[in-house]
């Protein structure tokens, strides 16, 4: 995450320690830890060799892999600026506001954590939300983001109108960073942001809505799983076309209706209506 004297991203020193159990990171430099497995990934905005080879011989990890690259290879060569949906504008927390009675805004840290809206999935998502709190007439009041990363979807639901929102991360990073971005949108009384692995438990997911914007195993683990299907709507989006076969034969059988299928390049979305959830059409 940013914090003084830093304002944006520009460089990123990132180094992967075989192991997961060090002591708190106290650098100035410093943007977070990223926890994958069994490894650590420490981003830094500046060179931390030193740092990094006392904290080895202190807790006697060794170093996997380092790297030094500019933030735009991190996001892919995207440069991440302000973006307009519908009604609601994406800003970085290093751009100024814009202010616009046409837009509501959602200003965010996009640190090093997925989900900045600038993924095919994430606009999907955004944009499958506009449609379904301004447009489809349904009543949602309380939303689950499964995934949730930078937590833009998350303020994005309370934004348009979930009265309840839980949002769920596997990765400490992505929930500090979450937590940081609600607290930015004033969004704390709305969105609850919590650490749970998606591979051990499920949730209750008695909700209005569930986001899950996941990669593909998971999501057949999640849609196989009956503990899964409590909700009343369902935002399937991470897949291409080709891993639709295996998706589509992890669903309970005669218990959903597609409500709406979404695609930008060659990501695909579900919107699905659990009907034994939503008996009736007041139901949702």
Known sequence: MLNPPYTKYSRLFVYYLDTKDLPPVVDPDFIGTWIEDDTAILFFHKEKETYIQKLCEQTGAGIVYQADLDYLDWEAGVAITS?????????????QQNKSREFQEIVLDPSVIFGSGFHATTRLCLETLELLF???????????????????????????GAQKVRAIDNNPLAIDVARRNVAYNNCESLVDVRQGDLLAEIPDTG?????????????????????????????ISGFIPGMEPDLLAALPQNQLQVLHR???????????????VAKKPEDV
């Open 83 to 95: 973006f307009t949906s519908k009604t609601l504008q994406v800003r970085p927390v290093w751009e």
């Open 134 to 160: 301004l447009e489809s007439g349904m009543n949602i009041r309380s939303v689950l983001d499964l995934g949730t990363g930078t937590g833009l979807l998350a303020v994005a639901a309370a934004k348009l």
């Open 207 to 235: 909700y209005d809505l569930v986001i899950a914007n996941l990669y593909k195993g998971l999501l057949v683990k999640l849609l196989e799983n009956p503990a899964f299907w409590k909700a009343k709507l369902y935002m």
């Open 262 to 276: 979404g695609n930008s390049e060659q990501w695909r979305l579900w919107l699905l209506l659990n009907k034994k």
